[in-house]
């Protein structure tokens, strides 16, 4: 049970007690996969498990407009308005042309709002911003390291384009920055029925299943079936 403790639950239902209690503190964890397999739910779920448990929760959003993220998350029961009126919740919008400046932005708020739980949602317009893919990974290498050293917890996503390739992200170095990599998936389905699948690639110091682990999205979020 100590051990179980000294993890940061991720508050999706069923995945926790299948990588030892949720992600290592001070991670930088990685979720990627194609448009719509639910990536962003994944990372408000994380936030609003990290507020349920007092911990101050960020989220750095570079794609989308953030009262539609709050609105998209009250489907699920989740009040992050509320969590933000409280001072227990901060959402920030960053124009990803001003990623030179990021970095300093990004170290800021999570000072600022004291957060244990980050996300940043997502990496893959840091290319827009850079000249090349030597730049972004120079950028996303000091960005995790930066996350580390600040004590928080954290999420990045990434699109996956070609799911066939072997890249786990859009620009595949993300996967070696982060000490976990979760890809999300659809699977083939039978009969118009589309099934959701998770597929935990790698996490630090965990025993991990190496199938692909089906999943749900239904009202209260994501939950392993
Ligand atoms: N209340 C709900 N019940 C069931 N499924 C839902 C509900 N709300 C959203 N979804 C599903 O969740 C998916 C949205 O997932 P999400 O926005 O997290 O994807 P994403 O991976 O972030 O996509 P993108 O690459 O476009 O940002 C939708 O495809 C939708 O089918
Ligand atoms: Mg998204």
């Known amino acids: 049970m100590d051990r179980l403790r000294k993890r940061i639950p991720t508050g999706i239902s069923g995945l926790d007690k299948i990588i030892s209690g949720g992600f290592i503190p001070n991670s930088v964890n990685l979720i990627s996969g194609g448009a ?15 507020a349920k448990r007092g911990e101050k929760v960020l989220f750095i959003s570079m794609e989308e407009d953030l009262q539609d993220l709050k609105d998209d998350a009250k489907v699920f029961g989740w009040d992050f308005d509320k969590l933000e009126n409280e001072g227990k919740a901060k959402f920030v919008y960053i124009y990803p042309y001003e ?5 300093t932005l990004l170290i800021n708020e999570i000072t600022r709002v004291n957060a244990k739980r980050v996300v940043i949602d997502s990496t893959s317009v840091l290319g827009m911003a850079l000249d ?4 972004v990974r120079k950028q996303l290498y000091a960005l995790a390291s930066q996350l580390k050293r600040v004590g928080c917890t954290s999420i990045l996503t ?44 790698k996490m630090r110091r965990t025993l991990i299943p190496h199938d692909p682990i089906k999943i749900k999205i239904d009202k209260k979020g994501i939950k392993v079936v």
């Open 36 to 50: 719509g397999t639910g990536k962003t739910v994944f990372a408000l779920q994380f936030l609003y498990e990290g």
């Open 99 to 103: 990623i030179t400046n990021f970095q």
């Open 132 to 135: 090349n893919e030597f730049e």
């Open 158 to 201: 990434s699109e996956i384009i070609d799911v066939e390739s072997n890249k786990f992200s859009r620009f595949g170095v993300e996967e070696f920055v982060a000490d976990s990599v979760i890809t999300m998936h659809y699977l083939k389905s039978s009969k118009n029925k589309v099934t959701r699948a998770m597929r935990i690639i």
